[in-house]
């Protein structure tokens, strides 16, 4: 049985994703598709629209038939992070043939050999990544330099080598290849060309395609309606329905008072001690904050950026000082021990015999509600939902307390 793996946000999902969903089937000829999915904060360290459960069932209406938690220890991380956590669940499940992921090269051709060598060469790697990013450059462009160096070679390589990699799929592709070989993992890798769309266009270039950045553009100028053609028609359904609850949309903004709480409170020594918090920002931070001409984190995030620190960086950092995250929790050491748990979100009546033959091969524990089970990881998942509940548009003790009550969406029909 073959059994394609993706790792998605669905921030929301719309015609883009769900061409990558059929083209995975299509190239990898699965029976079944497991995705793993970001909870509710995402890995540029932002809110998601609407919450993971109506998110989950945006992937479920689409066909998939298993949708697995990826923790906030693993989501809202550089790229290295993100794809070992995600590829980590994956090969847990002991039943993943297949991972499919979206790319600007379209092809695994330049991508496994870049993979093959840069997993050999994880300090180096690191030591030159550490090096670019300190110059202000963002992620892909500065893990582009880093890689070039790292591979070393003739000047036509590593220029080649930076080319491919400055694109962000195919820098976030590498890093699902280098999980898979850190992993050891049997899971065969496929590719699937980004169409119409580019990674963070801001406004739409296709009459059906548009990035999961115009399409929030597009509801938030627009409402619903300008975003539609551009969405599934279950996708339109459920953040209708989401929308009307009091359930979203939510955004950083929905998050300013809590986060600002958060930030006049702490000492310098106490945001230092938080992931993310490094190089002096815990400074900045608190030199920033009076000299706000507003309270608000689009002005705050607008004030503290530099060349060296990038808005993605600052995004995160906000995010973990939000969340209280512990630095030794989140430190490579930790997080390189892999995710502790299975967390299902939902499963369609194929995926209940999915999780049935996963009970026989899993090497984690599969959860289905968040009271099953004691770990770190799984109490910052709880904490992460509590807080963007709290930051919904209409606030209920209900939602606040969802994570002990929640059993997986079940898609019958």
């Known amino acids: 049985m073959k059994i394609v793996g993706i790792i998605v946000e669905y921030n929301p999902l719309h015609n883009g994703h ?19 999915m970001s909870g509710d904060f995402l890995q540029r360290g932002e809110p998601a629209l609407v919450d993971k459960w109506a998110r989950a069932e945006m992937a479920l209406r689409l066909g998939v038939d298993v949708v697995l938690e990826l923790p906030v220890a693993y989501a809202a991380q550089p790229a290295e992070w993100f794809a070992y956590g995600a590829v980590a669940l ?11 992921f979206g ?3 379209g092809a695994l051709t330049a991508l496994l050999p870049l993979a093959e060598r840069l997993a050999a060469e994880p300090q180096a790697l690191r030591a030159a ?14 893990y582009a330099a880093a890689a070039a160096r790292t591979l070393g070679g003739s000047a036509l390589d590593a220029a080649a080598a930076r080319a491919l990699l400055e694109q962000p799929n195919n820098s976030l592709g590498l890093h699902y290849l280098i999980a898979l070989r850190r992993l050891r993992s049997g899971i065969a890798p496929v590719t699937v060309r980004r169409r119409a ?10 009459a059906s395609i548009a990035s999961a950045t115009a399409v929030r553009r597009l509801i938030a100028g627009g409402g619903l309606t300008a975003a539609a053609p551009y969405l599934p028609p279950s996708t339109v ?15 950083w903004e929905s998050l300013a008072a809590p986060l600002f709480h958060q930030l006049l409170l702490a000492s310098p020594e106490q945001l230092a001690a938080l992931h993310e918090v490094t190089e002096g920002l815990e400074y900045r931070i608190k030199k920033t904050l009076p000299r706000l001409a507003e309270p608000t984190v689009a002005e705050l995030l607008a004030q503290l950026k530099t060349k060296r620190y990038t808005h993605t960086k600052l995004q ?40 049935k033959r996963m009970k026989q091969t899993a090497r984690l524990p599969i959860l289905t509600r968040a009271a099953e089970m004691e770990h770190p990881q799984l109490n910052l998942d709880i904490r992460a939902a509590a807080v963007y509940a709290n930051a ?10 969802r994570e002990y009550r929640q059993a997986p969406i079940r898609l019958t029909d």
């Open 237 to 251: 359904d459920i953040l209708a329905r989401e929308f009307a609850a009091g359930r979203g949309p939510v955004t």
């Open 18 to 36: 769900a061409y990558h969903f059929a083209e995975a089937k299509r190239l990898t000829q699965a029976d079944a598709v497991i995705a793993v």
């Open 90 to 100: 994956l090969d847990a499940t002991g039943i993943t043939t297949h991972l499919c």
């Open 197 to 206: 769309a580019g990674y963070g266009d801001v406004a739409p270039t296709n």
């Open 316 to 355: 995160r950092t906000l995010l973990h000082i939000l969340l209280q995250h512990p630095r030794e929790l989140l430190a490579p050491e930790a997080l390189a021990q892999g995710p502790g748990y299975l967390r299902v979100l939902g499963f369609s009546a194929a995926g209940q015999q999915l999780l």
């Open 103 to 105: 790319s600007e090269a």
């Open 129 to 142: 990544l550490a090096e670019e990013l300190a110059t202000g450059a963002s992620y892909p462009a500065a």
């Open 392 to 401: 919904m548009p209409k606030r209920s003790a209900e939602e606040l307390l």
